[in-house]
């Protein structure tokens, strides 16, 4: 077969091996000069020079006189020596505006390595360089960028999954509440917007979060509460119904939680305060001990941790604070969600 017409250049140098520079030392020993040797050789006099100066070293003849000669050994040790240490180079490394990207995401919009590749690709987002979240895990680990480090990570997962058991089929203090047993399969398969999970994020004194997560779309809502207590949810929820009135049974299809005392009298969240006699909405109940059974509120809760560690009075935060965090969570770019956010997925 012809190959004439094949798209590989030439090349038009090769690298001296072991077999070179022992013809180096025996022609150097000849007394044959640099050019002279490249001649020999087929070289080019420069590269016969930087070897030569690379392998010459200091000896003392029999008369303890110091001379330079070369060594083809010497020559050998240290090229293999500078192939071991010389390492690939860092993709990122020339792509200053990526490492921008990268630390602004993480370093002040609290983004996770993974949110932040996968945003990249979502929406399409033109750098000179790509890299995987692997790979920038690695980097970050390696503390090559300038502003971030893994001290602004949230917990890294050992790749492990956990597994699940209920643990109690029936709670106590709870024996008149819906089981989630009872919740229909459209549900539990997430194929309509409309069904939540609710629970309550404490931190110092008695003031804490209500967080509201939707089950299709992952969109949040967090409301402050000055009190643990079942008049405090139940007034979050008639504060929703004055507020999307009719609309609200259909937003509002259902809700999952868990057994916490907040939630116990299921009757009055159900039940309308717009049209006294008539349901609003279904509440479930979790099984105890099973907080997996409501993933995507515990999800929600590790993201607001960023933002509000545990020990934060929550009653001295306000009320625009809260909202920033959720503005941000309803705009964090998720994997299960093809790294659409969760305002971008709804309104798919």
């Known amino acids: 077969m012809s190959q004439e017409k094949h798209n590989t250049r030439k090349r038009t140098w090769k690298q001296l091996n072991e077999r070179d520079r022992i013809k180096i030392e ?14 020999r050789m087929g070289r080019d006099r420069r590269t016969i020079e930087r070897e030569i100066r690379r392998g010459t070293v200091s000896q003392l003849d029999q008369n303890w006189v110091e001379r330079r000669v070369y060594l083809s050994d010497v020559g050998q040790r240290i090229k293999e020596e500078n192939g071991a240490n010389k390492g690939r180079t860092l993709k990122i490394g020339h792509d200053h505006a990526l490492v921008r990207h990268i630390e602004h995401k993480i370093g002040k919009e609290k983004y996770s390595p993974d949110a932040v590749i996968g945003e990249i690709r979502a929406k399409g987002l033109q750098f000179s360089v790509k890299i995987c979240t692997k790979t920038l895990y690695n980097y970050i680990d390696a503390g090559l960028f300038l502003n971030i480090s893994n001290k602004d990570l949230p917990v890294k997962k050992d790749g492990k999954k956990r597994r699940y058991q209920c643990v ?9 509440g819906r089981s989630i047993e009872e919740r229909p399969k459209e549900i539990e398969n997430r194929a ?11 931190g110092k004194g008695k003031a804490c979060l209500l967080v509201m997560t939707e089950r299709y779309s992952r969109e949040e809502l967090i409301f402050k509460l000055e009190n643990k207590t079942q008049e405090s949810v139940i007034g979050i929820l008639d504060r929703l119904e004055k507020r999307y009135k009719s609309r609200f049974s259909g937003i509002f299809k259902s809700i999952t939680m868990d057994n916490g005392t907040e939630f116990l009298d299921m009757k ?13 909405t279904t509440c479930y109940y979790a099984h105890p001990y099973s907080s997996w059974e409501r993933g995507s509120n515990e999800n929600a809760n590790k993201l607001i941790r960023r933002f509000i560690p545990k020990g934060t009075d929550i009653g001295q935060l306000k009320a625009s604070d809260i909202k920033r965090i959720e503005r941000w969570m309803n705009n964090y770019p998720r994997r299960i969600l093809g790294y659409k956010s969760p305002n971008e997925y709804k309104a798919a």
């Not at 150097?28 to 040797?37: D, G, V």
């Not at 309509?192 to 404490?202: A, I, L, R």
């Not at 159900?270 to 049209?275: G, I, K, L, M, V």
Request: aromatic letters at 4%.
């Open 168 to 176: 109690k089929r029936v709670a106590l203090n709870n024996k008149k």
């Open 268 to 280: 009055n969240l159900e039940t309308s305060c717009r049209n006294p006699g008539e349901r609003r």
């Open 26 to 39: 025996t022609l150097l020993a000849e007394k044959l000069t640099p050019k002279e040797i490249a001649k």
């Open 192 to 202: 309509e917007y409309g069904h939540w999970e609710m629970d309550c994020v404490m």
